[in-house]
């Protein structure tokens, strides 16, 4: 098994007890978790204040806050901003789950979900920082990359990605000269086999380029092993 923490630190916040008491259980019940608690915006600000969580368990709809809010804000702040979130929500419409992975959420379940599910999603976001870290800023030829503040510009102008979309880039970055494989970045990034990622990838892959205009032929796609980004 991956080098996870022994134990996981989760700050849950959410406003409802009942689903509160629901995440809590489930959470117990399946792995090794230190745990707290935060019924509203202020309160998760005022826990992070004291601790940092290894993860974000996040409800969208608090009470003083939406919870998209709350993720843009950790995702500007920098002591928080590498701090993986879950959405867990009971909006279910597919444009609230694409809104909450645009503002830096790093996966997103709807409530009320699968106890072995949300174990599984938690382990894989984990598995996603650690294997990206530690990481380091790119700039090269007017192309470059703040992996601390998730930005990507080309030719001086900001590029619009998602957090996955981001993550892929880094990662292939990170290790430009030599070949990720398919395996490695479906591991990584969605916590999946190959050939269940096979279509998300070449998808993200196709996305990626289309981005980056000039510089998009440097993604160089390595028969049917994997992708090498050429300095």
Same mark, same amino acid.
């Given at each position: ?7 996981t ?15 809590k ?15 509203s ?17 996040l ?5 003083d ?27 279910s ?32 976001? %984990? ?5 990206? !870290?530690? &990481?380091?800023?790119? =700039?090269?030829? #007017?192309?470059? +990359? ?23 880039? %880094?990662?292939i970055?990170?290790?430009? !000269?030599? &070949?990720?494989?398919? =395996?490695?970045i #479906?591991?990584? +990034?969605?916590?999946?086999s190959?050939?269940?990622?096979a ?33």
């Amino acid at each position: 098994m991956e080098n996870l923490p022994k134990i996981t630190k989760v700050l849950i916040v959410e406003d409802e007890p009942a689903q509160m008491e629901h995440t809590k259980r489930s959470l117990e019940s399946h792995g090794t978790f230190q745990l707290t608690f935060a019924s509203s915006g202020q309160a998760a600000f005022e826990q992070l204040n004291e601790s940092i969580p290894d993860v974000i368990l996040l409800d969208l709809g608090l009470p003083d806050a939406d919870g998209l809010d709350i993720c843009r804000r950790l995702r500007e702040d920098d002591r928080f901003r590498w701090v993986p979130v879950v959405m867990l929500t009971g909006r279910s419409a597919i444009v609230d789950k694409i809104t909450g992975l645009e503002v830096g959420a790093d996966d997103y379940l709807t409530k009320p979900a699968d106890a072995g599910e949300l174990v599984a999603r938690i382990r894989a976001v %984990l598995r996603r920082k650690q294997a990206l !870290g530690p &990481v380091t800023d790119f =700039e090269q030829s #007017g192309f470059k +990359i703040s992996a601390d503040r998730r930005q990507v510009w080309i030719t001086g102008e900001a590029v619009a990605m998602t957090p996955k979309e981001f993550d892929l880039l %880094l990662m292939i970055v990170s290790k430009r !000269g030599t &070949v990720v494989s398919r =395996e490695e970045i #479906g591991q990584v +990034i969605w916590g999946k086999s190959a050939e269940e990622s096979a279509r998300t990838l070449d998808t993200h892959i196709w996305r990626l380029r289309s981005k980056m205009g000039e510089v998009a032929d440097r993604i160089e796609t390595v028969g049917k092993t994997g992708y090498r980004f050429n300095s």
